[in-house]
């Protein structure tokens, strides 16, 4: 029971908060303001929105096709439609509980290959290894381009005083938690090594892998078309059509971390986009019609993919084992 509380916690207490930032920022409009915002969607091209659905399906074609790399350094042999559904379900799972579609990508492949669940675990985690170490670029790149615009940023929201606080209490936890991992007799803490040495092969996959290069080149196309797809939709609007790279790039990054770690971006996402733009002179009200934009053709995408693989899984590999039996 308190299981079941505490996953359904899990799930309403992000969307209540998306929820709740959404009227405290959209009450602040005024109904002049908000009609202008209605006007925006109006007129958006949606063309370029288009284009930007079929950058996102072409990044999860990616994304399934680079899954065979890791797991063909652990014995598995991967089939490109399963990787594919598979993943589909996972970034639709992930709408639900942050990172639970990783889960969800390894049961599939325990469930349809009878892939131990660990290894298969393991290997999405080398990904996201990877994918961290290049948002991580990014967030670089990010920096050193447009360094005077997120300085500013950071500090209007957090003063510094608190963000050395923050940073402080960080670099403890940091401190503290490694210590414990590695000196502590708990009883938690034997169970999680166990759990990581499971882990291990599939995670250390991307090290001992005879493809490394075609991995990191599927890595930079993946990456590429995210950046792509929301560069695209920047088109959408006469008000957002000419902004610089740098700004596209600031953007981006800041919109691909609040995706990581919450339901999707939900109700979080539109609004900091909106501050992120209005920083380079777009207007609040299309900075957060743009956001909405990105946000629900995204949305649909995800929710179109994942409903689509639900379906048609156990339907195809039904039929695949009926005809090799």
């Known amino acids: 029971m308190k299981a079941k509380i505490k996953s359904l916690a899990g799930i309403f207490i992000p969307i209540l908060i998306g929820l709740g930032l959404m009227w405290y920022s959209y009450?602040?409009?005024?109904?002049?303001?908000?009609q202008q915002m209605k006007a925006y969607f109006v007129t958006a091209d949606y063309n370029y929105v288009a284009l930007s659905l079929v950058l996102a399906?072409?990044?999860?074609?990616?994304?399934?096709?680079?899954?065979?790399?890791?797991?063909?350094?652990?014995?598995c042999q991967p089939d490109f439609k399963l990787?594919?559904?598979?993943?589909?379900?996972?970034?639709?799972?992930?709408?639900?509980i942050p990172r639970s579609g990783e889960v969800s990508r390894?049961?599939?492949?325990?469930?349809?290959?009878d892939v131990p669940f660990d290894k298969a675990f393991?290997?999405?985690i080398a990904e996201r290894i990877v994918d961290l170490v290049v948002l991580i670029l990014f967030i670089l790149v990010a920096l050193v381009v447009e360094y005077h615009t997120l300085r500013d940023l950071l500090l209007y929201y957090i003063p510094i005083e608190k963000l050395i606080i923050l940073i402080v209490i960080g670099i403890a936890g940091i401190l503290l938690s490694t210590y414990l991992y590695f000196y502590s007799n708990w009883?938690?803490?034997?169970?999680l090594k166990t759990k990581v040495e499971g882990l291990k092969e599939g995670a250390l996959s991307v090290l001992r892998m005879h493809d490394k290069w075609p991995f990191l080149i599927y890595t930079f196309l993946i990456w590429f078309s995210y950046v792509l797809m929301f560069y695209a939709t920047t088109f959408a609007l006469t008000e957002t059509d000419s902004i610089t790279i740098g700004?596209?790039?600031v953007a981006f990054v800041i919109g691909s971390l609040v995706i990581a770690f919450t339901n999707g971006g939900f109700g979080v996402f539109p609004?900091?986009?909106?501050?992120?733009?209005?920083?380079?002179?777009?207007?609040?009200?299309a900075g957060n019609a743009f956001g909405w934009i990105v946000w629900i053709s995204q949305l649909i995408i995800t929710v179109v993919l994942g409903l689509f693989a639900f379906l048609v899984l156990p339907l195809y590999y039904k039929k695949t084992n009926n005809s090799l039996s």
């Open 271 to 285: 609004i900091l986009i909106a501050k992120i733009l209005l920083l380079y002179g777009v207007p609040d009200e």
């Open 57 to 75: 399906v072409a990044g999860y074609v990616l994304r399934a096709y680079r899954w065979k790399y890791t797991l063909s350094q652990i014995g």
């Open 106 to 113: 390894a049961l599939i492949l325990k469930k349809y290959q």
């Open 27 to 34: 009450d602040s409009f005024t109904p002049q303001q908000l």
């Open 83 to 96: 990787n594919f559904l598979a993943v589909s379900i996972g970034y639709f799972i992930n709408l639900s």
């Open 122 to 124: 393991g290997t999405i």
């Open 247 to 249: 700004s596209v790039l």
């Open 187 to 191: 009883k938690l803490i034997l169970l």
